[in-house]
């Protein structure tokens, strides 16, 4: 009983669909363009224009054309960020290529350094403020719904495929609670939810109606041709925000926002750091740790003893 198909075509098709179909919604979408870039590229610079020949060259051929497609990421001034996440891509659907047969060959190339979470403050909590007023001053509906969005970011550290993904059965009212699909994990997961979001919800519910469906909708259409608010949607939205208020942020910036003040919350309130886990919902202490201590400076007070030991010898 043969388990692949036979031809070429078919066989390639079931190794990308399998390779995507192992990863979250967000990464899913991600890795999809992070290929698209990788053929592009083997197109311009080598003529291959199939993945299916790439699997026939040797390792060294092709160890030496991802080389290549680092230094060109590189030189197209991508972040150490996406090019890191464009060579896991790669990396990936080559792993799953030698597990089902397709080559032997392994790719040995290296990401480049990055500084991970190079700011973890997010807009600032003065400047936060200032959009939720801005957000909460617009048109009774959209005013509603982009209070909503605000709150849940802050309040909940949501990240943004999350927030999304949200339909209004994953609301739970009468618990005081919300269902999200988090980040790498395979199945839901209760968020208990703060009065200050609680009655946002009621708001935006009141406007949106009980019709099931997605939880946020776009809304430059009519009402019954709304679809659900996209990715590039929320990004633009809170960018928007942000500008009303001269403040350059993004979504993933009011997370950060959120567990910075969760930090010093907790510091405050005598909670551990490893139970702001519970709010940021990392898996690592070492990942959170960052956020702490760049809320605290230590680099910055440091610096400041030091400055002091001259202090007036000038």
């Not at 090019?83 to 060959?105: D, E, H, Q, W, Y």
């Not at 209070?147 to 999304?164: G, K, N, Q, S, V």
């Not at 950060?256 to 940021?280: P, R, W």
Request: aromatic residues 8%; hydrophobic residues 40%.
């Amino acid at each position: 009983m043969k388990l692949l198909p036979i031809t070429p075509e078919a066989r390639l098709t079931t190794l990308v669909a399998t390779f995507l179909s192992t990863k979250g919604p967000a990464t899913r979408d991600a890795y999809r363009q992070d290929l698209k870039c990788f053929q592009s590229y083997l197109i311009t610079k080598y003529g291959i224009d199939s993945f299916q020949n790439l699997l026939l060259v040797s390792p060294g051929d092709l160890n030496f054309a991802v080389l290549g497609y680092r230094e060109y990421l590189v030189e197209q001034k991508f972040s150490p960020a996406t090019v890191n996440r464009r060579l896991g891509a790669v990396r990936s659907i080559f792993k799953l290529s030698r597990l089902l047969g397709f080559t032997s060959s392994r790719i040995e190339i290296s990401n480049i350094k990055s500084e991970s979470y190079r700011d973890t403050k997010g807009p600032g909590l003065p400047a936060f403020k200032r959009m939720m007023t801005k957000a909460s001053a617009q048109s009774l509906v959209k005013a509603a719904r982009d209070h909503l969005i605000l709150r849940l970011l802050f309040d909940l550290a949501l990240r943004a495929t999350e927030l999304i993904e949200l339909d209004l059965c994953h609301v739970q009212l009468e618990q005081k609670r919300i269902s999200i699909h988090g980040k790498g994990r395979t199945e839901r997961e209760f968020l208990s939810l703060p009065a200050t979001s609680i009655q946002a919800l009621k708001k935006w519910i009141e406007i949106r109606g009980l019709a099931d469906g997605p939880l946020f909708v776009n809304l430059v259409r009519a009402k019954d041709q709304r679809k659900r608010l996209t990715r590039t949607g929320l990004f633009k939205l809170i960018r928007w925000l942000g500008q009303q208020v001269d403040v350059r942020t993004r979504p993933h910036g009011v997370r950060h926002l959120s567990i910075t003040e969760a930090c010093k919350a907790a510091q405050n309130n005598g909670f551990a750091l490893e139970e702001v886990m519970d709010h940021s919902r990392h898996k690592s202490i070492a990942t959170l740790m960052i956020y702490r201590d760049r809320e605290r400076d230590v680099q910055g007070a440091i610096s400041t003893l030091v400055a002091n030991t001259i202090l007036g010898e000038e």
